[in-house]
């Protein structure tokens, strides 16, 4: 045997090594799932990413399946909402595929993962498109014109066409429906001028009403502080009227005695004494003649003081 036959030989088997290997084997890659078809009977499960061993073609046959998203935009269709308003709406959905197995044997395969995803985009359409009839059906034109909460009420409605879409994809098709989201709003040119009016009118409307709420709570705001004032006054009259009777009171005993004449002179007289005695002095006097109350006979001293009296004694005693 030559070197040029040993060659032949080593390049004759390395080639069909490689036939072999692609006839008994074939690659998931990371991003795949495969289905594998035995003699048009499918496995019971779906096989991985990696290098798989099979029979060769056409006893087994091999599917794959891309499992990352998908996304298709729906038909931009005019809806009526439920007070009997007209809408235009468009949604966008994102999908892939979570069951192979029940995918392959509900929509079958051309051996194209294009074409199989595509079929997977065609039985989603109608039915995204009959849910998003029956639950805008179901709300008001307010949920689309209105900004007041407007983000919520359209977020409302997208989980309410997804919930309806993704039981009977998954179910059905093995299709799992990630998200169905509004792209864009709008109205027909007949009725956005009729909308527009409607809503001006009841965001007028709701300004008077806060302008409404806000003078009432303003007049009971007043209202309290007045009866507050009211009850503050009432409170200090009263202690006021407390204070004077107890003066009143005190001020009585004093008036009691100054109705005796004899003693209210004997006090002035007290009181001129203790007045002319303040300075250091000689003062003699003539106890003789007690009068009522121990009175002093003197008499200069049995007149009532005067400013007069004060200022000749006061010029005595300097002397």
Not at 95 to 105: E, F, S
Not at 126 to 148: D, H, Q, T
């Amino acid at each position: 045997m030559t070197g040029k036959n040993v060659v032949r030989i080593i390049v004759g088997l390395i080639i069909a090594g490689a036939l072999l290997s692609v006839m008994f084997s074939y690659q998931i890659r990371h991003n795949e799932l495969g289905v594998v078809e035995t003699l048009g009977r499918l496995a019971a499960e779906p096989t991985g990413p990696g290098l798989h061993w099979r029979l060769p073609y056409p006893i087994q046959k091999v599917t794959r399946y891309e499992r990352q998203t998908q996304y298709f935009e729906g038909e931009y269709t005019q809806l009526q909402t439920q007070d009997q308003r007209n809408v235009l709406v468009g949604l966008y959905v994102c999908w892939h595929v979570g069951d192979p197995i029940k995918y392959r044997k509900r929509l079958g395969s051309d051996m194209s993962r294009t074409g199989d995803l595509g079929k997977g985009e065609a039985v989603l359409r109608p039915l995204v498109r009959s849910a998003k009839g029956n639950v805008i059906g179901l709300v008001k034109m307010e949920s689309f014109a209105s900004l007041r909460s407007g983000g919520d009420r359209l977020a409302a409605i997208e989980t309410q066409i997804l919930q309806q879409v993704q039981a009977e994809a998954r179910e059905v098709y093995g299709i799992e429906v990630q998200r169905i989201g509004i792209e864009r709003t709008s109205l027909p040119e007949d009725v956005t001028a009729v909308v527009m009016e409607n809503e001006r009118i009841r965001r007028t409307r709701d300004a008077e009403d806060a302008r409404s709420q806000g003078l009432a709570q303003a007049k009971a705001i007043v209202s309290e502080a007045e009866a507050i004032r009211d009850q503050i006054i009432a409170f200090a009259n009263l202690q006021a009227a407390e204070i004077r009777n107890r003066g009143e009171a005190r001020a009585k005993k004093y008036y009691d005695q100054y109705e005796n004449e004899d003693y209210a002179m004997f006090l002035r007289r007290l009181d001129y004494l203790r007045k002319t005695l303040a300075v250091q002095s000689l003062f003699v006097l003539d106890g003789s003649g007690a009068a009522p109350y121990g009175d002093i006979s003197h008499g200069w001293f049995k007149d009532p003081p005067t400013p007069e009296t004060l200022n000749a004694g006061s010029q005595d005693e300097t002397r």
